[in-house]
C-alpha cells in the first residue's frame, strides 16, 4: 500500500522553509527520499532506518517516527534548485519499496 | 561512472502493438529494477532481478508484460499487447545491493510510452 505524502504542492521564496510530509498504514523499516525534476530521472537524497540511523548526500534533513510510521522531510533556507517533485518510499516488512505520489515544490526568487 | 542507460527515450505505438526497452545498469550493480510511472504519480515497481534471478514480479502484468536480464547485465521489458492504459515513462533503476535500506537506488532517464 503506497504511502500518502502531504502537501501535494508548496510554493516557496528563496531562503523560505518547508516540510513534507509521509505517512504509511504499515510498520516501517525504512523510508527513502527522492527528488525528480521535470523530464528528469528520480535523484536519490536519503535513506531513514529504524532505529535512526540516517544516510544521505544532501544537506537536506527528514526525520522518521517509527511509532506513528511518519516521515518528515525539511528544506531549510530553500533555494531555487530545491524546486522538483519530491517521492517517499516506504519499506515495510514485505521488503518492498512504495512510493507516494509525491509532492511537487517550486522555490521562487 | 555512468549512470543507468535506457533506450529508446520515447516511444508511440498504437493500442495492440508490441514494444521492447532496453536497459543497462551501472556496472557491477547486481539488482537491477523496472517501475511504471504513470503521469502525476510515484513509481511502481514492476519486477526485481537480483543478478539474472527475479526477485520479485508481484505486479507485473505477467498477460502482456515480460522482462528478462540473460546474462546479469542488461535487461529488457517487453510489452505485447500493449493498451492505452500503458502510456507511461518505465523507469530502470540499478543498486549495488538487494537490502533496501542499505542500497540506494540509482535511476535512468526513463522510456516515456505513448499508446494511441
Known amino acids: 500500500q503506497q504511502p500518502v505524502q502531504s502537501p501535494q504542492a508548496v510554493i516557496l521564496r528563496e531562503g523560505e522553509d518547508a516540510v513534507i510530509n509521509c505517512s504509511s498504514s504499515k510498520a516501517l523499516y525504512s523510508v527513502h527520499w527522492y527528488r525528480q525534476k521535470h523530464g528528469e530521472a528520480p535523484v536519490f537524497l536519503m535513506i531513514l532506518l529504524k532505529g535512526g540511523e540516517q544516510k544521505g548526500h544532501e544537506k537536506i534533513s527528514a526525520s522518521f517516527n517509527e511509532k506513528k510510521q511518519q516521515s518528515s522531510l525539511y528544506l531549510t533556507a530553500s533555494q531555487l534548485s530545491y524546486s522538483g517533485t519530491y517521492f517517499c518510499g516506504t519499506e515495510g516488512n514485505d521488503y518492498k519499496l512504495s512510493f507516494g505520489a509525491g509532492t511537487t515544490v517550486t522555490v521562487r526568487a | 561512472e555512468a549512470g543507468v542507460a535506457q533506450s529508446p527515450r520515447y516511444k508511440i505505438i498504437e493500442k495492440r502493438q508490441s514494444v521492447a526497452f532496453w536497459c543497462n545498469p551501472i556496472?557491477?550493480?547486481?539488482?537491477l529494477y523496472w517501475y511504471q510511472q504513470i503521469l502525476g504519480q510515484g513509481p511502481k515497481l514492476l519486477i526485481q532481478f537480483q543478478n539474472n534471478g527475479v526477485v520479485d514480479d508481484s505486479q507485473l502484468p505477467k498477460d502482456r508484460f515480460s522482462a528478462e536480464r540473460l546474462k546479469g547485465v542488461d535487461s529488457t521489458l517487453k510489452i505485447q499487447p500493449a493498451k492505452l492504459e500503458d502510456s507511461a515513462v518505465y523507469l530502470c533503476?540499478?543498486?549495488?545491493?538487494?537490502?533496501?535500506?542499505?542500497?540506494?537506488?540509482?535511476f535512468g532517464p526513463g522510456t516515456r510510452l505513448t499508446v494511441l
Open positions: 556496472s557491477g550493480h547486481a539488482t
Open positions: 533503476a540499478s543498486s549495488l545491493g538487494k537490502l533496501l535500506s542499505y542500497n540506494e537506488q540509482f
